[in-house]
């Protein structure tokens, strides 16, 4: 049986890999009644090879393109908040060129599919590294087959855990929510077509909203043969079941060799809009 403690230290390790893209966007003329606003993402950093890139839920770059689709002469300023691990140097965000950034999105909600990966160039991983965020890399997620896992748990920002309507400032603090895996989909997820991860949030305190952290990692723990925990990164978050408090997340080592191809195309002069 978990502690506190436990839970506390596991969060402690899981919000090295977290980064949250964010943005404040406001008027451009006196006719947009929309007003100031501001958002956080919920997302970390993964590495193949030497590179470094930023992955979310393909619905949550598609839900900031449609929001400056909806409003472009609104004025956008994205940064990367980095300041969760445990050797954070600075709590200023990263400003970051959300508009021109190479990044990829697939959504669709039949099959399951829901990522979205962006380019990160030296200057932002050289930022990232020195604030102390980690990377997951491959062999965080790969040679998963046969390992029991003890223990799974889902860490990113809540939308009701962040500070939105505070005229001079914002912020968000990251959540570590408990998973109690299923074995097989709930009736109105049964339509999926590729391997998802299927979990129950148990003893849910009262009032608990998830929404905001689509795109957040899921982690299942290990025994290390040494008496400590080791833990793989398992699947994306993408969406859930407010009702009976079950979500589902994009499997990650089925997604493994997608992520790839998606990552290897960022190298190129493009830019998914």
Request: proline residues 9%; glycine residues 4%.
């Given at each position: 049986m978990l502690t506190e403690r436990d839970h506390g230290e596991f969060l402690t390790h899981l919000c090295r890999h977290l980064v949250s893209l964010a943005c404040v966007h406001e008027p451009a003329t006196p006719n947009d009644k929309l007003?100031?606003?501001?958002?956080?993402t919920s997302g970390f950093?993964?590495?193949i090879g030497p590179r470094w890139f930023y992955v979310t839920a393909g619905h949550v770059f598609q839900d900031i393109n449609a929001l400056i689709g909806t409003h472009p002469n609104r004025r956008y300023r994205f940064m990367l908040a980095d300041c969760f691990g445990p050797e954070v140097v600075s709590d200023v965000p990263?400003?970051?060129?959300y508009k021109h950034?190479?990044?990829?999105h697939l959504y669709d909600t039949q099959s399951g599919y829901d990522f979205g990966t962006m380019a990160l160039d030296e200057n932002v991983k050289r930022l990232l590294s020195a604030n102390g965020v980690i990377p997951l890399n491959e062999n965080n997620w790969?040679?998963?087959d046969g390992v029991e896992f003890f223990h799974y748990s889902m860490v990113g920002f809540p939308s009701q855990a962040m500070i939105l309507d505070h005229p001079t400032h914002a912020g968000v603090k990251p959540f570590y929510v408990s998973l109690?895996?299923?074995q097989n989909p709930p009736a109105p997820m049964s339509h999926h077509t590729v391997p998802m991860f299927y979990a129950r949030i148990p003893n849910p305190p009262a009032g608990l909203d998830i929404r905001g952290m689509s795109g957040c990692p899921i982690f299942g723990f290990t025994h290390d043969g040494q008496g400590g925990a080791s833990y793989y990164f398992l699947a994306i978050q993408s969406s859930w079941l407010p009702e009976s408090k079950i979500i589902c997340a994009c499997q990650m080592p089925f997604l493994g060799g997608i992520v790839k191809t998606a990552l290897d195309g960022l190298t190129e002069e493009r830019v998914d809009s």
């Open positions: 007003g100031p606003n501001k958002f956080f950093v993964m590495e990263i400003p970051f060129d950034a190479i990044k990829h790969l040679h998963q109690e895996r299923l």
